[in-house]
């Protein structure tokens, strides 16, 4: 066992703050990972807050982690010391049902071994996430880290790019295709980047008018201020593909209504309360509401190549982990440009 300085929540209303805890020795099978960048995706501040209900405590949350490997064991053969990588939303899962099978661990039968949040293979000892200065990981769990890319901009994609990436790619999306994105957040500015870079026409629906030059920076052809009535009018109809990303409480059936004829709604945002749905708007124009969770280990390392390959990195706002509790109160109020990332050298003795 290794202690290891971490920041964790203690329950459901304490800010987080300093707690060390103890990580696995590394195993045949493990990598030992120096954690140096983590980004605060949204689905921290639900779960730290136990919003969708169910969280565990003491948490350590983060699943957007990069770092370098210290350690590997015995067996390990894709990883050696030294090397750049990265850490995502699960740490395991069953390796044999048909998901697992598949590479799309995310849907494993007996449910993915979260990050944080959940348990280890004993079904007993926590996990902990990445606002912590190492982690120990199977190799299977581990991504390669190009080290062309700006670092803490990669860490991000670990999670809201793959959670972009994977419906983007599900549902075709492409040249010729009409594309919008709600939500100009974490997750928002990853799929306005990817989607620009698979050659989609991309509008972004905010609720804040001074988000459009950054979003025509990132890629979108066009900006749509959501609250507009009369403007969200002019947009009925109009779109292939929706990628929802609102984290609060909203009214889908206004974002529907901009589907055309056998268009898709795909919700990546995870409001805590659930809005209604009425039928006769997907009925209508044969539209579908779907879902779509983060992505497999195989479809998280070819979006990181992708990525690489199209110099594609998060815009990031780099804090030290002493101002995560401030940072948790922006996000809430859609105030970041556009992720936060820890840098874990603030965390060492
Ligand atoms: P974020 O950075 O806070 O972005 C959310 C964006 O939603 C905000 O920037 C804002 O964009 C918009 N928004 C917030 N409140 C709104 C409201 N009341 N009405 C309309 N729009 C509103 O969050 P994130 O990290 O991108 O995460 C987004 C959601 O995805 C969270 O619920 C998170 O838990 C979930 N998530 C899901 C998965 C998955 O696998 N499905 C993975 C990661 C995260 P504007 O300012 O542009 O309006
Ligand atoms: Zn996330
Ligand atoms: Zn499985």
């Known amino acids: 066992m290794t202690i290891t300085n971490a920041y964790?929540?203690?329950?459901?209303?304490?800010p987080l703050s300093l707690y060390p805890i103890e990580r696995r020795d590394t195993g045949i099978h493990d990598v030992q990972i120096e954690i140096l960048y983590c980004g605060i995706c949204h689905s921290d501040v639900h779960q730290a807050r136990n919003e969708w209900g169910g969280s565990k405590y003491p948490m350590?949350?983060?699943?957007?982690?990069?770092?370098?490997?210290t350690s590997v064991g015995a067996q390990v053969t894709k990883f050696k010391t030294g090397d750049l990588v990265g850490v995502g939303c699960f740490i395991d899962s069953c390796r044999t049902c048909h998901s697992c099978l598949a590479g799309e661990?995310?849907?494993?039968?007996?449910?993915?071994?979260?990050?944080?949040?959940?348990?280890?293979?004993?079904?007993v000892?926590?996990?902990?996430?990445?606002?912590?200065?190492?982690?120990?990981v199977d190799?299977?769990?581990v991504l390669r880290i190009s080290d062309k890319l700006h670092l803490p901009g990669v860490a991000p994609l670990l999670c809201a790019g793959i959670t972009t990436y994977s419906p983007l790619r599900f549902w075709k999306v492409g040249p010729g295709k009409r594309v919008a994105v709600i939500g100009l957040g974490g997750l928002g500015h990853m799929g306005v980047k990817i989607a620009s870079?698979?050659?989609?026409?991309?509008t972004v629906h905010s609720t804040h008018p001074a988000k459009e030059a950054d979003a025509r920076r990132m890629g979108a052809h066009h900006f749509v201020l959501s609250t507009d009535d009369a403007i969200m009018k002019t947009q009925r109809q109009h779109f292939d593909f929706i990628l929802n990303t609102v984290s609060a409480k909203h009214d889908y059936k206004r974002f529907l209504h901009l589907l055309a004829l056998n268009g898709t709604m795909v919700l990546v945002g995870v409001p805590p309360e659930a809005p209604p749905v009425a039928a006769n708007i997907l009925i209508g124009r044969r539209r579908t509401l779907a879902g779509s969770l983060?992505?497999?280990?195989?479809e998280t390392q070819e979006m990181l190549e992708f990525c690489a390959e199209h110099n594609?990195?998060?815009?990031?706002?780099?804090?030290?982990?002493?101002?995560?509790?401030?940072a948790y109160e922006r996000l809430i109020k859609a105030d970041v440009k556009y992720r936060f990332v820890i840098d874990l050298a603030s965390l060492k003795n």
Request: proline share 3%; charged share 20%; with cysteine.
């Open 312 to 326: 594609i990195v998060s815009d990031v706002e780099i804090i030290p982990i002493q101002q995560v509790n401030e």
């Open 294 to 298: 983060i992505g497999g280990i195989r």
């Open 60 to 69: 350590v949350p983060g699943h957007e982690i990069v770092g370098k490997v």
């Open 139 to 141: 190799e299977n769990y």
């Open 105 to 123: 661990e995310q849907y494993c039968d007996q449910g993915m071994n979260s990050t944080y949040n959940s348990f280890e293979k004993d079904r």
């Open 125 to 136: 000892t926590l996990t902990q996430g990445g606002y912590s200065t190492g982690i120990v």
């Open 197 to 202: 870079a698979m050659g989609a026409e991309v």
């Open 8 to 14: 964790a929540a203690i329950s459901a209303i304490s």
